[in-house]
């Protein structure tokens, strides 16, 4: 059966950076399940899977606009320290939510200046080449159930 639209799709994947860095991978984990076509994936490896069938095994390298965008200087903000409860400790790399006009959004600490906090909501790998290794599993037709949902139900093993 091949990958398409409305099929559920379990894969295993390696990430790497441009460096060869592991970014992420499911490797000594369960593979990841997805729906295909519900934007559950960076739309570029969707693309990659397209077509494919269970037992296929691709390298695949995907480009920032078609991965987790390309990285915006404007999605970087400079707040004040003060704007943050006193229990929380900022550290560098640390996630926070902070309100912009957009509403809230959640953002990394890039660097603390005395009481000038910056603050990227760029996601993490934004302007990042993102090399995939992937290796399909299974593919199967989605039940009605998954479908209404969104995500995959498993045998109960995972909870969102």
């Known amino acids: 059966m091949k990958i398409e639209k409305n099929r559920v799709v379990q894969i295993h994947y390696t990430l790497k950076d441009d460096q060869g860095e592991i970014l992420d991978s499911s490797i000594d984990h369960d593979p990841l399940p997805y729906i295909h076509g519900v934007g559950a994936l960076i739309p570029g490896l969707e693309k990659e899977l397209l077509g494919k069938v269970a037992g296929d095994k691709f390298t695949t390298v995907i480009a920032p606009a078609d991965g987790y965008g390309v990285y915006d200087e404007d999605q970087v903000f400079q707040v004040s320290a003060d704007g943050f409860e006193e229990d929380d400790e900022l550290e560098l790399g640390m996630q926070v939510q ?10 990394t600490v890039t660097e603390i200046e005395g009481e000038e ?3 990227d909501l760029n996601h993490p790998l934004a302007g990042v080449s993102l090399h995939f290794d992937v290796e399909i599993v299974e593919v199967r037709a989605a039940t009605k159930q998954e479908l209404d949902h969104g995500h995959v139900h498993s045998g109960g093993a995972h909870h969102h």
């Open 117 to 119: 906090v910056t603050i």
């Open 98 to 107: 902070i309100d912009t006009e957009n509403g809230p959004a959640v953002g």
